[in-house]
């Protein structure tokens, strides 16, 4: 008789974060349980642990790619002693920018939604895990990411050193603890991808070459035709619609235009004169 089907095991959030609220949010989390599934699959429990607190997880977005800035981050990275483990390129779509960003987006207005959609239909983004010798390389890698409002981070966080220019073009996306790495690996790949990238990065040592992030940044590059600029007959209107109505329908219309360069132009122009939060402010 085969082996049957087994219940997903489930992590001990509360030994995964230092956020009381975050661990009992997320002990009914279906991406927590996948992720710690394939990371106890592939390194059996004890060293499912290990991985999630010796891991750091960054995502560089479609957003940071369309603005020439990926290598730049990845410099900035290494710079601070972090050492790549393992790298994908990782397309996202709708559904995955809700599951990633649940928590973050339950105040988001419909402007917020459509322009993070607009953001991630750019193209593929970079993910790579990473170690530090330091440790707590999650924590780490978050700090040094910087805050969302450009006039509250350092000049040499990522976000500054990426040239995020408001708090929806944060250009980098990193997990903030060991919980959000285990949840973050199940958001971003689907299992097979997910246990092959665990596998290779439990491997890797620690003086592993850049070359792990080489061919996946050759990837997401080549999916980015170069940015031509606008005719000026084509260039898009610079004053918004007073009546909001309006205003939505031209930015339904401009972030859906033809080209990527057209379509970046359109999502870096809206991402500054929208509401972001359905209080009116703009975050």
Do not use: C
Request: charged share 25%; aromatic share 6%.
């Amino acid at each position: 008789m085969g082996q049957g089907w087994a219940d997903m095991p489930a992590p001990a959030p509360d030994r995964l974060t230092r956020e009381p609220e975050k661990a009992r949010h997320y002990a009914f989390d279906p991406l927590v349980r996948e992720g710690w599934a394939t990371l106890v699959g592939v390194l059996g429990a004890g060293e499912a642990e290990r991985f999630a607190f010796e891991t750091a997880l960054l995502w560089v977005r479609p957003d940071a790619v369309a603005a020439g800035a990926a290598a730049d981050v990845l410099a900035r990275v290494e710079a601070d002693g972090f050492t790549p483990v393992g790298a994908s390129a990782v397309r996202l779509e709708r559904a995955g920018v809700r599951a990633l960003w649940w928590w973050q987006l339950h105040r988001a207005t419909a402007e917020r939604l459509l322009l993070l959609d607009a953001v991630v239909e750019l193209g593929p983004g970079l993910l790579v895990l990473y170690r530090h010798p330091g440790g707590d390389a999650a924590r780490r890698l978050t700090r040094l990411k910087g805050g969302n409002d450009p006039a509250g981070r350092p000049a040499d966080s990522l976000r500054s050193v990426a040239g995020s220019p408001n708090r929806l073009l944060t250009m980098v996306h990193t997990s903030d603890d060991p919980l959000d790495v285990v949840r973050e690996l199940a958001a971003f790949l689907p299992w097979r991808e997910r246990a092959a990238l665990v596998a290779s990065a439990h491997a890797s040592s620690p003086s592993a070459p850049q070359s792990v992030v080489q061919a996946p940044l050759a990837v997401v590059m080549a999916s980015y035709a170069p940015a031509k600029g606008l005719a000026a007959a084509d260039a898009l209107p610079g004053r918004v619609p007073a009546q909001r109505e309006a205003a939505f329908a031209e930015l339904v219309r401009d972030i859906t235009a033809e080209g990527t360069g057209r379509r970046w132009e359109a999502v870096e122009r809206w991402s500054r004169q929208v509401p972001l939060l359905t209080d009116g402010a703009v975050r």
